[in-house]
């Protein structure tokens, strides 16, 4: 089955950086877009960046140029990169696809990784 495994979440200062890694398997992951959510405590959950397989991107407004999303098809990993991040980042992050490789359409998500800023 589809699985999705993200790492690289942590504990970082203002102003620091961090990259988020999320590996998929059971699917070809070329053929699928990828995209990353965030959840913070209290909040509903919302969109941060996607990528298509053509490499399309689109960012959510907060990102303002801090965030790059990209995406390794040798690898079956897509990853965000977090710069100048702030304490209103503070969210369990999410990455998540599409299963367009095998026509069914369905989506998936990984179990989430921890970011926490601090000021």
């Known amino acids: 089955q589809v699985q999705l495994v993200e790492s690289g979440g942590g504990l970082v200062q203002a102003g620091g950086s961090l990259t988020l890694s999320c590996v998929v398997s059971?699917?070809?992951?070329?053929?699928?877009?990828m995209l990353w959510y965030r959840q913070a405590p209290g909040k509903e959950r919302e969109l941060v960046a996607v990528?298509?397989?053509?490499?399309?991107?689109h960012y959510a407004d907060f990102v303002d140029g801090r965030f790059t999303i990209s995406r390794d098809n040798a690898k079956n990993t897509a990853y965000l990169q977090m710069d100048s991040l702030k304490p209103d980042d503070t969210a369990v992050y999410y990455c998540?696809?599409?299963?367009?490789?095998?026509?069914?359409?369905?989506?998936?998500w990984g179990q989430g990784t921890q970011v926490t800023v601090s000021s």
């Open positions: 998540g696809t599409e299963d367009r490789a095998s026509g069914s359409g369905d989506d998936y």
């Open positions: 059971g699917t070809d992951f070329s053929f699928n877009p």
């Open positions: 990528i298509t397989t053509d490499e399309e991107i």
